[in-house]
């Protein structure tokens, strides 16, 4: 699949509720393309594993964007089971509950705010968020309140990219412009290094049994890069301001995209799991 319109891709994308709301369309379908990687499908099943998600459990998905993960696990957590999506987007919550609706699912979702949730202290036996901690303004508040309404001996697990590690290789590729589009990109992503920062935030909100691990994502198709993963459009913005950076940023893609038709385009990306357990 691709998005026809990458190009509108903000900067620090999921941070604002409006942003979110004014391009639902676009952000579901973006979402969509991201939860269909194999890399993150498999990081999905890891996190099943470190949740210890199980029949009649109730979880608590904070970020849960269109749903497709609460849709995933719900089979597992069977109707003695409870799922709880959260997300600040009030279009995305509208989509993940008609798409459980279709697919017969009883599965809540509602609007808030990861940094001051409604729900009462202990109310999960474990919560998770991916991809969401690297837009909010302070990561150990929202960390803080996952870890209140999870119940004690419960495991809160989060899953982030680290943006600096992304790795791209073709024959000519301009090493020292690579590096500064990268670091351009992670810089206006939010906290771009949120993935290595995972495990020390996790320490300081006093969860115990600390674990944290790596998976590194490949990708050989440019266009999934470009076009379904916006790569095309936060390439432009990242010489947006610079001399000749139109230009150079139109060439840096003309390359990759040649480089793809010739079988010759290797990149990849990180993304950090780390899963704690409340203390009891």
């Known amino acids: ?36 990687l194999p890399g993150i499908q498999a990081n999905h099943k890891r996190t099943v594993e470190m949740l210890e998600i199980c029949e009649g459990y109730q979880l608590l998905d904070v970020g849960c964007g ?41 599965i809540e979702y509602v609007v808030g705010d990861v940094n001051a949730m409604s729900f009462p202290d202990d109310s999960f036996d474990g919560s998770r968020i ?8 302070d990561p150990l508040v929202a960390l803080s309140e996952m870890v209140r309404v999870t119940k004690p001996g419960g495991h809160v697990v989060a899953s982030e990219i680290d943006w600096d590690a992304f790795v791209m290789n073709f024959p000519g590729l301009d090493r020292n412009l690579y590096r500064w589009t990268t670091a351009t990109i992670s810089d206006g ?33 440019a266009g999934i890069f470009l076009d379904d993963l916006a790569g095309r459009s936060m390439i432009l913005r990242a010489h947006l301001d610079q001399e000749n950076g139109r230009q150079n940023a139109e060439q840096l893609i003309a390359d990759i995209e040649a480089a793809s038709r010739n079988d010759r385009f290797f990149r990849s990306s990180t993304m950090f799991t780390v899963s704690g357990r409340v203390p009891s």
């Open 1 to 36: 699949m691709t998005i026809s319109s990458s190009n509108a891709m903000p900067v620090r994308a999921f941070s604002s509720a409006d942003d979110l709301n004014e391009q639902a369309d676009f952000f579901v379908r973006f979402l969509d393309a991201l939860h269909r």
């Open 66 to 106: 269109a749903g497709s993960y609460s849709h995933d696990v719900f089979p597992l957590v069977g109707d003695s089971g409870r799922i709880v999506g959260l997300d600040q987007s009030r279009e995305f919550i509208e989509v993940a509950r008609r798409r459980a609706d279709a697919l017969g699912m009883s």
């Open 130 to 137: 991916e991809r969401v901690l690297q837009y909010v303004d």
């Open 189 to 221: 992503v939010g906290n771009g290094w949120i993935g290595r920062e995972l495990r020390n935030i996790f320490l300081d909100v006093g969860l115990e049994d600390v674990k944290a691990e790596g998976r590194v994502m490949i990708n050989l198709d």
